[in-house]
């Protein structure tokens, strides 16, 4: 069995994912996913160790682990995928998006292409239990635009308008806090038609609870 990195990363890093979250729950246009590019986020870590960060390089890629950068012509788009509450997620956000711009700049991209390409972070919650997020944003700046998906908190209507296996993901998170219907969805139809990685991402978070 994979560990949940890994199995993570394997699901929330594939291009379809990405598009499809950012354009069910944040974007009012539709990405397509064969126009996202991966963008390496080592540079951006770097970046982050010149600010002077107390934590090593080793300790600021187990930091960002389950953060996915994608690039299209307008924007980038960041992943941060989270399985337990933090009241940093924040600020860990808006130091990674502080990094980017700060490597675009050294980069001359901001030149090459006409100015900063901006970023839209977006978190997936992995987890049944509430976030409370409202009592920790005061601490990033007060224009910091931070979007936030918990499962929990989305209606099974709008997770039914996913493709199959996102829905099947979004639906396991909802019910995962709950013994009996968790082993009721791993005997589901649903569970049974979902690909590899969305079923190996599943059974790594069930062998987490």
């Keep these: ?62 930091k960002y682990r389950n953060l996915f950068l994608m690039e299209i012509e307008k924007f980038y788009c960041a992943l941060l995928v989270e399985t337990e509450v933090s009241n940093t997620l924040p600020i860990k956000a808006c130091l990674f998006e502080s990094g980017l711009y700060a490597t675009q700049i050294e980069a001359w991209n901001c030149l090459n292409n006409g100015g900063l390409l ?25 224009d910091y635009c931070f979007y936030m998906i918990e499962p929990a908190k989305i209606s099974d209507e709008k997770i039914a308008e996913l493709s199959e296996d996102l829905d099947g993901v979004l639906k396991f998170v909802k019910v995962s806090n709950d013994a009996m219907k968790r082993q009721e969805f791993l005997s589901s139809e649903v569970y049974a038609r979902m690909g590899s990685s969305a079923k190996e991402l599943i059974r790594c978070l069930s062998s987490n609870l």
């Excluded at 890093?13 to 996202?36: C, H, M, T, Y």
């Excluded at 901006?118 to 007060?142: G, K, N």
């Design 1 to 62: 069995m994979s560990s949940l990195d890994d199995a993570i990363s394997d699901y929330f890093g594939q291009k379809e994912v990405i598009a499809e979250l950012f354009n069910r729950f944040v974007l009012n246009e539709n990405l397509d996913p064969s126009e996202l590019s991966s963008v390496d986020i080592m540079p951006v870590l770097n970046k982050l160790m010149e600010y002077g960060s107390k934590l090593t390089l080793e300790g600021l890629q187990s």
């Design 118 to 142: 901006p970023c839209i972070t977006v978190v997936l919650y992995l987890s049944s239990e509430p976030y409370h997020l409202s009592e920790i944003v005061s601490e990033c700046p007060a």
